[in-house]
């Protein structure tokens, strides 16, 4: 069966990664859970993904709610629709694109170093060195980066989602000619907890999953310089991609009827 | 088997070892005893699986088949809190001395303490620099940060950290490899004299001959997966073995074939 052996192969290798991926998690969150977590290494890894992260995101928020605002207006005017602008900008702001590009963003700017940095030390050995002096890899540099990918990434979209939606405003007072107040008014009317609350659950999926294949790429690097090229490139690649999946089926738990 | 055996337990026994890599067969029944307070050096060629015999005692690499006992203790298929326990006992200098990047030099040499045992910082800060300054180091190398040390040093304080929870055992992965033939001795020196200040149990890979027959008491020699040879370090040079005798005197030709083409 010359076709079907390389479909078989394919799918025994994607599921044995699947498999793998799966303990790694397990194991990874089950040291999550269980003390001693190491406060000193949490919070440096909260200052990198959380502080170092804010111009990144901020400038992707600030741009994207402008040009929300200006394609909103140029689509809407059409049709004499002008005053939904508000209306559109906060919804897709809070429910989707905040927590989508921020997402991406540090995807590309966290995971990429983490899979750099501990595949680096996975090929200098750093990580058996580790291990031989009696100190769990996974607690002591993996736990922390998922706490933090975890409890950081919700804080990160909400700043997003305050710029974002100041982006919007800016370039529909200054350029659009809208009126401050009712613009201000209609964001608020329009903002509901539920848009606010899914993308800051997003968020939270997604700094888990940034961290997580960050450590697990990183961790399973082989073979010197190209080896954490390629799990850097893998990290990134496999992040974005789980971001843009998960937050379809997240959206669809929180909003589909 | 290394001969000579004064106690009835060794420190570490290993027995029928196998260890594959996909369709790579590295060891293939290995026995190693190593008793209490010996040093003993595993000689052999590059990819022979020197250091996989020291990875699969150390719980890092999971053997096959076969037993390896740490006083008397299976550890294979040992995890956990149990591992953790038998690490303990291990120090272990690394080829490249795998000094932790994010961490000074003295962070470094007191992770054992402070991370495996629970002491406090300061209390650890100062056996890390009494460590140091047994391997020839001043404090203020302690505030350096591992990219800033020459290689010597860096080897230097990867055994400050073996040594500094003062371990049962002692690993030593290819100590002179990289070093100029003075630095090489230096650390040679050092481990002598390490070894026999903590009363530690030895075993050292290595392929370098001159740093061999400075540390060890036993030499054994790994050869396609086995250990083809073991005595005292006073028997290599008349024993009759054609294979140790091409590798204590280099040879290109002799019953070790190395798989080159011709150009």
Redo the contacts between chains.
Sequence with gaps: MPILQPLGRALLIFLAATGRLTLFAANAVSHCLRPPLYPRLIGRQMIEIGYYSLPVVGLTAIFTGMVLALQSYTGFARFSAESAIPNVVIVSITRELGPVLAGLMVAGRVGAAMAAEIG??RV???I?????????PFK?LIAPRLIAGLTMLPLLVLVADVIGVFGGYVVSIYKLGFNPATYMKNTLDFMEAQDVISGLVKASVFGFLITLMGCYHGYRSRGGAQGVGAATTNAVVSASILILCSNYFITELFFAK | MTAAQSDSVPKIRVRNLHKSFGDKHVLKGLDLDVGAGESVVVIGGSGTGKSVLL?CI???LVPEEGSIEVDGEEVVGMSGQDL?RI??K???L???A????SLSVWENVA??LT??EGMARAEAKEIALAKLAAVGLGPEVGQLWPAELSGGMRKRVGLA?AIA?EPEIIFFDEPTTGLDPIMGDVINDLIVACVHELGATALSITHDMASARKIANHIAMLFDGKIIWAGPVSEIDSCDNPYVDQFIHGRAEGPIQMEVRAL
């Excluded at chain 1, 058996?128 to 769990?136: E, R, S, V």
């Excluded at chain 2, 795998?98 to 990047?101: I, P, R």
């Design positions: 680096t030390m200098t050995e750093q058996d060195a580790l291990d031989t002096l009696a100190t769990n002591y | 990875k150390l719980g890092l953790e690490r303990r291990f120090g272990m690394f080829q490249n795998a000094l932790f990047d992770f054992g991370q495996g950290r929870t």
